[in-house]
């Protein structure tokens, strides 16, 4: 059981600085050079998709209802929108499947809006103000295609049921401005959060001032869990938003990037017919098609949604002994301090760390010196300013253990010694 | 030896016209349904990339400078930008490899420049006016992204040499509001022409009156010879650029989607060192990074520029026979009546055709009520609008040879039966 750094007095914590520190010095020696930065999978993780490697070879047959092979299909061919469909559990109506990113899907979607306009509303560069939701921590790359298109965003602070609803509400139902929300409703990048039902319910039943306010639903991991006995359940929003006559309202996005190979994967966006209508009529002149050879390569290796599934248990198997390891450490080396806190996720890619106030960017540095690098200070906020400096997101799945173990035990190494040169004022 | 409708007597005509109907009647009762619309390859033309999908399998290495099958190289990975670089007869710094669709990396650009301008020149939409210069007959998707964007468009007319060059250094030298020209300078869409060294030389000591004025070089067809005795050369465009201190006025777009498989290829764009980090700013934010696994299945497949030159070649024994039956057809059938002109290519994917003024659309009409889609009438001009509606654009490529024969007789068939209406005043 540890003590709390705050019940020990001022000698008792120089002391344990000094011992901090000689450790410290000694990890430096180390010259490690390890990336716990982004949520890259592993070596191993990328090799239980090589079979998908052998499903198209020079003697297969390439039809869909086209042959995939020739131009056509610029929304996607069946069987792949099928795929999606059930993947983001919606109907195979309501998908276009695009290229290898759906980062892309959302940066068109942005941009079109911008120079064009949403299904016949303003185009934003003609509007005084246009303004986006964060739920934060969120994810840096949605902040990163808001910030380039001059968009001002508004940070919404998280729950353990998902963004503060009623200022989202407060925001969405009266200001015309507000034009979208980013979220990452399952497994949230970094906290691993999955909005509760009731959450989604509101989401679906908003009542938007501007026609064009749009949901930007991130579902990039909606299918990956961690654990085989928990999971979370994220409520179905398309259908509830349909419910309350609201179906225009949500975009959902999603990707096998984290199933088969990152930026070597098929990606889809969700929604209804009327945006479907509006997004080709841009797809249509924007490109001769994605590709469609990918598509059924994906499609052929899985079959169907339990054919994704089984192979989701497979990441599992190989991520789970790696957030293991982090959060056991964490657990035995940093409960009880009251310097910190980090929330144990069911599933996604990242376990969300909470330092003393001030203190985020200080460790991230001191870790960087003695060559471990993790996500930037602040990048899981817009702007890259984290206001009270205190979130760290950590990407567990890309180093092989032992290097995971290195860098966990430097990790907390230097959130003591951060925490405790900030209690004795230095 | 035919002779010209217009030594016909008004007479002889109308029995002419009365034959041809009885034979247009007997195409109909065959209910064909042939498309010579689109330049697609054809199910031959596509076999033979499918030793591509060998190259790369379960047991393959996905090295590159990284991990092919990770985040990453956004740019592209090395060895592909040796091999696109090679195609656009560029060097390799000077390249950025991207998706399926080098129409995208054109939507792309002009899309960005609307919104947030080139390299920090105003973007366009806060500008009264933009305009880009249009050689026509050009291609229609080139026509379409400017059209989509609202962007003005003024043709330009192809002389024999390629653009009338002294109408593009008029606009370009002078009005400010010229911001691009789309250009396909070898074996052009439709005609087939490649630009002679002199007009690229001209294009090259352009002194364009708007700093981002571009010249949006679609290099399509850069190895897409049809005959092996002769061919056209392109005179590079980017060094000649470079000596005229010109070097930030070009983007080279190719692809291979006409070399592998169309919509499963690869494209890049080739331009100065400022052009590809202000390209990159944009690309960084947009996606994650293009499918650098079929990047690598590429660079395996053809090792270098000369194994796709030998790769082309099987392409061209395929579409040879049937560009020479098309051609030899309207030689015997057309030649001398004076009732229209057409251009043989050394190579690309089209036949372009002249009809006689007011006379294409009606041609185009009559064949698609027998059976036979050819591109649709106006397609090759801005605005789909033709002024003369004299050109007709023949996409030999993608029907077998016997649909061919039949699709070129019937084509034949009404080019003579609308002339003589013409010629009679009907």
Redesign the interface.
């Known amino acids: 059981m540890n003590t709390l750094y705050s019940d020990m007095d001022k000698e008792t914590l120089v002391k344990e600085k000094n011992a901090l520190e000689r450790q410290y010095i000694e990890f430096k020696k180390k010259n490690l050079s390890l990336d716990m930065s982004?949520g890259?999978?592993s070596?191993k993780q990328?090799d239980i998709?090589?079979?998908m490697?052998?499903v198209?070879?020079?003697a297969?047959d390439?039809k869909s209802s086209v042959?995939?092979?020739?131009?056509?299909l610029p929304s996607g061919i069946p069987e792949a929108k099928k795929l999606m469909a059930d993947m983001l559990d919606v109907s195979e109506d309501n998908v276009i499947v695009c290229?290898?990113?759906s980062?892309?899907i959302m940066?068109?979607i942005v941009?079109?809006a911008?120079?064009?306009g949403i299904m016949g509303h303003t185009?934003w560069?003609k509007l005084d103000k246009v303004k986006f939701l964060c739920p934060v921590p969120g994810y840096d790359?949605h902040f990163?295609?808001t910030e380039?298109?001059g968009i001002d965003m508004i940070n919404i602070p998280m729950t353990p049921e998902g963004p503060d609803m009623d200022l989202v509400e407060e925001y969405v139902n009266n200001d015309e401005s507000v034009k979208g929300i980013w979220c990452v409703p399952k497994y949230s990048n970094p906290q691993g959060l999955t909005y509760s039902d009731e959450v989604v319910k509101r989401f679906a039943a908003l009542k938007p001032k501007a026609p064009d306010f749009r949901i930007y639903w991130d579902n990039a991991y909606c299918i990956h869990d961690i654990y085989d006995d928990r999971s979370d359940k994220l409520y179905p929003i398309f259908d509830e938003c349909r419910k309350n006559s609201n179906e225009d309202m949500v975009y959902i996005f999603g990707s096998t990037?984290k199933v088969t190979?990152?930026?070597?994967g098929i990606s889809a966006v969700a929604c209804s017919g009327a945006n479907i209508e509006d997004i080709m009529k841009?797809i249509t002149?924007?490109?001769?098609?994605?590709?469609?050879?990918?598509q059924l390569r994906h499609v052929r290796f899985f079959g169907d949604l339990d054919g994704m599934k089984n192979h989701m248990r497979k990441h599992a198997e190989i991520i789970r002994p790696k957030f293991g390891l982090v959060l056991d450490m964490f657990e035995k080396e940093l409960s009880g301090l009251g310097i910190c806190e980090w929330i144990r996720p069911n599933g996604g890619y990242f376990i969300s760390f909470e330092a003393m106030e001030g203190c985020a960017s200080k460790i991230i540095d001191k870790a960087k010196q003695a060559g471990v690098v993790l996500t930037g200070a602040g990048a899981t906020f817009p702007y890259k300013k984290d206001p009270y400096d205190k979130n760290i997101r950590i990407a567990p799945t890309f180093p092989e253990e032992d290097e995971l173990k290195l860098a966990t035990e430097l990790f907390i190494l230097c959130v003591k010694l951060v925490s405790i040169e900030k209690l004795i004022g230095e």
Chains 1, 2 share one sequence.
């Open positions: 982004r890259k999978p070596v990328l998709s090589l079979p490697m052998d198209l070879n020079s297969s390439y042959d995939v092979r020739n131009y056509g290229g290898n990113a980062l892309n940066y068109d941009s079109t911008m120079i064009k185009p560069h790359r990163s295609i380039y298109f990037s190979f990152s930026g070597g841009r002149i924007q490109t001769i098609g994605h590709d469609k050879i990918n």
